[in-house]
């Protein structure tokens, strides 16, 4: 029976380690940009009610050149935030009642800090999440950019004893999507290698207004907060959530190695002749079937498996590959629990499959217009959904790329979700890894059950598929 990856254990955990702060600072473009209002586009906005979002970066460096590597990064910042200058703005209403980003170079918030931890115990426990990621991370109480006087973007530069550094970034999701996020990142590492950005970016966002905007209705009418969350319960405040979330649940980052990516693609196309399923597709298409089994699910029960797909490339004519801003829509797959387990790898799979091909240039400009028009896109659980599985980010994004001159990083992490999300992020290159997914907020009886299904492997029938039956408990 094939081994799926390997685990790794996250949170309920003592934590001693310290984080000291150094210096915080706010930092400005280089050289003065023009003042102006970028315009927000729907996709942008429906995005107003998330948490700030959180990429971890680590980096071996050794420690007699740390100083000079922070002070290197921080020159650099200012030189990239030329090109990426909405990230220096702020969120504002303007008179029309519209959100837009007010380019007036407010500046990036940046924190200098140290911490007395090992990165090398750090790297030999494979870089957990645990409440002490938290402390590597800026802005982690901030909810959201609803404020004039709130920076778009924070960083965080942390320091180790004995040599490593860790690069944390917070950004709100109403200015700019992962795949954006990850190309200002390539591009600050560009700066501070002293070479020329090799993809500037495009801030052209009227690419996706919609034609007649005389038609839309002032945001603050439109555009309304997600529903109650724990982030909304007023015995929490930011990122004590988090760091409660972290100690109440076991968090674990499970490995998709290439073997068990090929089982799955072998077992997924066993009765596909017109198309080979993609990576993404299978392994989405295992981890729901493992979900429905973990849950229990049967009959007519209903399940929606919800994914965000890069739309740059899908539009015609296409959105150039430099837009920096949202351009990735939600996509959604919907079927019977009982149709689910008895069809098995290859009927999810197909599902998914069918789920992408369905979002294409007419259907986006559909979405966009009905954003603009009646509101929030990004809707409550259906009352008669009994398990919606939902994937964050994408094992295409490449950001292992981010090289500031001394490597590539060692290890990527996400930031801590508040919600119960299945987090997926590429695995290092050479590793063998195809793709980490992180479990973020399982309750701990829950998550080991749910690796035991994981973990169980694939029983190839004759017929190719997946059925309950092979999932062994």
């Keep these: 029976m094939p081994q799926f990856g390997s685990i790794q254990s996250v949170g309920n955990e003592s934590d001693s380690a310290e984080v000291l702060i150094v210096k915080t600072s706010l930092v400005v473009p280089y050289s003065r940009t023009v003042r102006h209002n970028l315009f927000l586009t729907a996709i942008d906005i429906d995005h107003r009610g998330l948490p700030y979002f959180h990429l971890l970066y680590f980096y071996r ?156 209705k002032p945001s603050s009418q439109v555009y309304h907060p997600f529903p109650p969350c724990p982030l909304d319960d007023p015995s929490y405040k930011g990122g004590d959530v988090l760091e409660q979330r972290l100690r109440l649940h076991t968090w674990k980052v499970y490995s998709f190695t290439s073997s068990s990516i090929e089982v799955l693609k072998a077992v997924a196309n066993v009765d596909s002749t017109a198309y080979r399923y993609s990576s993404f597709e299978v392994l989405a298409a295992h981890v729901s079937l493992c979900l429905a089994k973990l849950h229990k699910l049967q009959g007519n029960d209903k399940v929606r498996v919800v994914f965000w797909m890069n739309g740059r490339a899908r539009l015609l004519p296409n959105i150039p590959r430099s837009y920096f801003g949202n351009c990735a829509f939600e996509v959604v797959a919907n079927v019977m629990a009982g149709e689910l387990l008895h069809g098995g790898l290859p009927l999810a799979a197909r599902l998914i499959h069918e789920a992408i091909g369905k979002n294409n240039t007419e259907s986006t400009l559909s979405l966009i217009k009905d954003t603009e028009l009646n509101g929030c896109v990004m809707r409550e659980l259906p009352n008669d959904c009994k398990l919606e599985v939902t994937f964050t980010l994408s094992t295409k994004i490449p950001v292992y790329k981010t090289d500031f001159g001394w490597g590539a990083p060692v290890c990527v992490r996400p930031g801590l979700v508040p919600t119960n999300d299945l987090v997926l992020m590429p695995g290092k290159p050479g590793s063998g890894i195809i793709a980490e997914m992180i479990m973020v907020g399982m309750p701990t009886d829950q998550i080991h059950h749910f690796i035991h299904i994981l973990r169980s492997g694939i029983q190839i029938y004759p017929n190719g598929y997946l059925p309950s039956s092979s999932l062994i408990l």
């Excluded at 935030?81 to 007010?102: N, S």
């Excluded at 942390?158 to 109403?174: D, N, P, R």
């Excluded at 190309?183 to 052209?204: D, N, Y």
């Design 61 to 216: 460096i050794e420690a007699g050149c740390i100083s000079h590597a922070i002070q290197k990064i921080q020159t650099s910042l200012s030189v990239v935030l030329v090109h990426f200058y909405p990230l220096a703005g702020r969120l504002v209403v303007a008179e029309d009642a519209r959100h837009y980003i007010d380019c007036c170079d407010a500046g990036v918030l940046f924190v200098e800090a140290s911490t007395n931890t090992s990165f090398y115990d750090l790297e030999k426990e494979n870089f957990q999440m645990t409440p002490f990621s938290l402390k590597l991370m800026p802005m982690t109480k901030q909810m959201r950019a609803d404020s004039s006087d709130v920076p778009i973007l924070g960083v965080q530069v942390t320091k180790f004893q004995g040599g490593g550094l860790a690069i944390g970034v917070s950004f709100t999701h109403v200015v700019a999507d992962g795949m954006s996020i990850v190309h200002f990142m390539q591009s600050w590492a560009e700066c501070c290698k002293g070479v020329p950005i090799s993809l500037r970016p495009t801030h052209e966002r009227t690419l996706l207004q919609l034609a007649d905007m005389s038609l839309c």
